[in-house]
């Protein structure tokens, strides 16, 4: 179904009320895999990590990764859970070419932590609150890839490769009650949700969440159901949606082919699908099994897990500053207004902000280049600002180069478009491009005389005694030396020359 086909997002939202359900599975950034000792580095050979245990040989038995328990605890903490007493894994079967075992170890009916919620503030302040259900410990699978064919999916392939290097990797699986009363701004919480608990996995410390590299997805559930009523639809869910902003289109564009297929009198399929980012739809995948068709069972080669209550609150004395109290101190230190502080919030730019004022930059600047140039450049090639090739050192740099006189706002602009553009650290661009700051008299005494002498009615008034007219003169100056004089010294030898 393409774009063209679908209802209006207006009038999908006119005739029915979206219900969403998220599922986000984070890779944990622990040195060993989840139930062996196996490496998890990234980048390694194929299968060059992997062990009898995490290849499912018989014989081998899984050993619980104690850091992988505790950066649940910390992260069921972090969302408001309560933490189970008694909890154990359990064997979730199904055969498929990426998981060696033909099941996954993950927990059931007894999760870890259960029962929380997290607060998310929206581009306009308002604040959402989203229900957890559950965060529940499980492992990762294998990777497959799929060559020949024009979608990179088994559909269409020559055939498939698979390395389970990433089989048995540590996930926390985070898993939401129905999110109802979003109405219309359904797909803006859900990219909320999934910014925010981003920033929270980050804080804690117990993974890098990079949706690019897969160590974060989101699975986004949604249903449709008419105004005014209770009873759920039917629900589709878009599998491993690995950016902010396609969580956001796929919630839209589902919504959208919901609203077509009821509104034309169709059922909606309990099906997975796929999303598509060149174009923002979505297609179907397999149809959706129940938990009975996975056959869950206790893991027998596995003890339950219990953890102290003095173990839990130790861990919970010991979380860091959450991402909402430390948006709410750093306001404060910038002194930026609420107006303010959400154009921050919503650019996506707090933690390059506050890197690059760790750098050294003065936070009017650090905030000023973020959210101006930086982040046209990320608008224009719809990617999130932190996904943009410079750093908040070479931002930092670029401030640095302004205070020292090097460089003037219109030639910093064209460092960070050259940084920007793979040409080097910023003293490089302004070497390579002759980009620094004019200021030498006698470089600049040159193109003076020239605007003097190209202007003399503007001349004859600042001799008058209008010295506010100096600034045409220091304008026809930038303008000769292609934006690069410093005005203010141009300014000051105007002056000089005409004795004012």
Request: charged share 25%; with cysteine.
């Amino acid at each position: 179904m393409s774009a063209i086909d679908l209802v209006s997002y207006e009038d999908a939202l006119a005739s029915y009320d979206p219900v969403m359900g998220l599922e986000v599975h984070v890779e944990l950034g622990t040195k060993t895999k989840m139930f062996c000792g196996c490496s998890t580095e990234l980048g390694a050979e194929p299968n060059s990590q992997t062990c009898p245990t995490c290849l499912g040989l018989p014989g081998s038995l899984p050993v619980v990764n104690a850091v992988g328990v505790e950066s649940a605890i910390r992260i069921g903490l972090a969302l408001n859970c309560s933490i189970a007493e008694w909890c154990r894994f359990a064997r979730k079967n199904y055969f498929y070419p990426d998981m060696p075992k033909n099941f996954q170890t993950s927990q059931y009916d007894e999760p870890i932590a259960f029962n929380g919620y997290l607060d998310v503030q929206l581009e306009d302040g308002e604040v959402f609150r989203v229900e957890i259900e559950r965060a529940h410990m499980e492992e990762d699978t294998g990777k497959s890839t799929h060559v020949g064919g024009a979608t990179g999916r088994i559909h269409g392939a020559e055939y498939s490769l698979l390395d389970y290097n990433r089989a048995g990797i540590p996930l926390i699986e985070i898993v939401t009650k129905p999110i109802v009363g979003a109405g219309e701004r359904a797909p803006e919480v859900a990219k909320a949700y999934v910014t925010e608990l981003r920033e929270l996995i980050r804080a804690l410390g117990v993974s890098d969440a990079r949706m690019d590299k897969g160590q974060m997805r989101c699975d986004v559930n949604l249903s449709l159901r008419p105004n005014g009523t209770e009873k759920f639809g039917t629900r589709s869910e878009t599998k491993n949606v690995n950016s902010l902003r396609s969580v956001e289109r796929a919630a839209r564009f589902e919504i959208q082919r919901h609203a077509t297929v009821l509104g034309d009198g169709g059922t909606i399929v309990q099906e997975t699908r796929h999303f598509h980012e060149d174009n923002g739809t979505t297609t179907a995948g397999r149809v959706k099994e129940e938990a009975e068709d996975y056959r869950y069972f206790p893991e027998p080669d596995l003890v339950p897990i219990a953890p102290s209550r003095e173990w839990v609150e130790e861990i919970r004395a010991a979380l860091p500053e959450l991402p909402r109290v430390r948006r709410a101190r750093l306001q404060a230190e910038w002194d930026l207004s609420d107006k303010d502080m959400q154009a921050v919030l919503n650019a996506g730019a707090v933690e390059p902000i506050q890197q690059t004022i760790a750098a050294g930059a003065p936070a009017d600047q650090a905030r000023k280049w973020w959210l101006g140039e930086i982040a046209r450049r990320a608008n224009e090639a719809g990617t999130d600002l932190a996904e943009q090739p410079i750093t908040p050192a070479q931002v930092a740099r670029v401030c640095a180069l302004v205070a020292e006189g090097k460089l003037n706002d219109k030639l910093a602009r064209q460092v960070i478009e050259g940084v920007l553009a793979g040409e080097g650290e910023p003293d490089e661009v302004v070497a390579g491009r002759g980009l620094a700051v004019v200021s030498d008299d006698s470089a600049l005494g040159a193109a003076v005389d020239q605007a003097i002498a190209d202007n003399p009615d503007v001349a004859a008034k600042i001799r008058d005694g209008k010295v506010q007219a100096v600034g045409a003169l220091v304008g026809a100056v930038m303008k000769a030396t292609r934006g690069q004089a410093d005005a203010a010294r141009a300014k000051d030898l105007i002056l000089e020359r005409l004795g004012a």
